[in-house]
């Protein structure tokens, strides 16, 4: 990260320099790329301490700024350290949550175009928007298959019933284990 940092009204010194040098760059963890830049400026007025830092970079696309004044010099640069901190938390989460609403956005496009295209309708889950107290339940579109194809499709998933496609009439059919150990076959 490139670092600059002036001073107003003040003659600045190595150890606040090298200071506020160190505030920056313990930010460096969210600035990582090339191009990344913060710029400082001390000074001083009305017998306070003013620290003023904006940092930018091409990775970000947005520009942060803090300012802090306060009597001891020290104590404005870790003011607009916490306060950079804060901004920087807060526009990643940004990011973060911006980044899963689109990937939940696409995959339900997806979906969409998916079932369109095998002539089912689509149903949105509980975390896209369907109401709370309606059970969505999502089943996999399956392949046209015989009872007894289904039947051994159930012994080896373990569930306790199987909607499948009926090859002899194509309508949605539902086999299960009964508890004496036989199987069931709904059908509409």
Request: aromatic share 8%; proline share 4%; no cysteine.
């Amino acid at each position: 990260m490139d670092i600059s940092i002036t001073g107003k009204h003040l003659e600045l010194t190595d150890p606040i320099k090298a200071y506020i040098r160190k505030r920056i760059l313990s930010l460096e963890k969210y600035f990582r790329r090339e191009g990344d830049w913060a710029n400082a400026i001390l000074g001083t007025e009305r017998e306070m301490f003013l620290v003023e830092v904006t940092i930018g970079g091409t990775g970000m696309g947005t520009v942060i700024y803090a300012q802090a004044s306060t009597p001891d010099m020290y104590a404005s640069i870790d003011a607009v350290k916490e306060k950079l901190e804060k901004q920087v938390k807060k526009l990643k989460d940004k990011f973060k949550s911006e980044k899963k609403r689109k990937s939940i956005h696409a995959a339900t496009e997806d979906k969409e175009k998916m079932l369109a295209a095998s002539g089912a309708e689509y149903a949105p889950g509980p975390d896209e928007g369907a109401p709370e107290d309606v059970i969505v339940k999502k089943i996999p579109v399956t392949k046209p298959m015989a009872v007894d194809e289904a039947k051994a499709q159930l012994g080896l998933s373990g569930n306790i019933f199987l909607v499948f496609q009926n090859a002899d009439n194509y309508r949605l059919n539902i086999i299960y284990k009964r508890k004496d150990g036989k199987y069931g076959l709904l059908e509409p």
